[in-house]
């Protein structure tokens, strides 16, 4: 049986959305191929051109993971992370009726974890509610994100999995400032990933390969991630 890879990762651009709490990112280019024709490389006839770009952004910023070092001051920083805990055997649960700034409770858990037919143990968790496809680049991108609940959270903590990844710019709603699923996470010593999308492409897969590797920012507090899975084909 043949495998194929699915890009589960949000385009990075100039001026994109970001968390209600977080600047846009800003990219731009630094030198260009026109540009560095003054620079009279390479040799008469073969010139040596070449273009660079400018990013200044957030390690929170598109699809990212967080590290401990995000919500706890104690925590370990993105670069002191294993990088076992980024990629591992994973499942995609189906809570597409799950509305804008709604809860994924414990029901919600399980009735996806039935339909995916496979028992979370150990397993990454990611969790499409197809509010990256409803919202995404609207202004509701940032401002309508659904909540994984403690309770939900608690459930994927006692089943073994330290990592779970949802669609919009965090696991918490944006209408309050409470942020129990992060301080949960902070407390039970897990993470997830935020901003993933094209979950619809690996619901039905059972049970597949998940990469979201951050780049190793010293003292990061997240990183950018270029987050693919590879499923059965």
């Known amino acids: 049986m043949g495998q194929r ?70 925590g370990a920083p993105v670069d002191q992370m294993p990088l076992e805990m980024f990629m591992g055997k994973a499942v995609c649960f189906d809570l597409r009726h799950i509305p804008d700034l709604g809860d994924i409770a414990v029901k919600d858990m399980e ?56 669609e919009g710019p965090s696991t918490d709603k944006p209408s309050d400032n409470i942020f129990a699923q992060h301080r949960l996470c902070r407390d039970l010593g897990i993470s997830h990933w935020e901003w993933l999308v094209n979950l619809e492409e690996v619901l039905g897969k059972g049970e597949f390969q998940f990469f979201g590797v951050p780049l190793k920012f010293k003292g990061g507090s997240g990183s950018p991630v270029r987050a693919f899975a590879i499923v059965n084909a």
Request: proline letters at 5%; a neutral charge; charged letters at 20%.
């Open 111 to 166: 009735e996806a974890e039935r339909k995916a037919g496979i028992k979370v143990d150990g397993h990454i968790v990611l969790l499409c509610t197809g509010f990256h496809k409803r919202t995404y680049p609207t202004l509701d991108s940032v401002w309508k994100n659904p909540l994984l609940t403690v309770e939900a959270t608690r459930w994927l903590y006692d089943r073994g999995s330290k990592m779970h990844g949802v």
């Open 5 to 74: 890879v699915i890009d589960l990762s949000l385009l990075i651009e100039d001026n994109m959305p970001a968390h209600k709490l977080f600047q846009r990112p800003v990219m731009t280019m630094h030198l260009s191929h026109e540009s560095t024709l003054a620079l009279n490389l390479g040799v008469p006839g073969d010139a040596m051109t070449f273009q660079t770009n400018f990013i200044a952004t957030l390690d929170h910023v598109g699809t990212h993971v967080d590290a401990f070092r995000h919500v706890n001051p104690k």
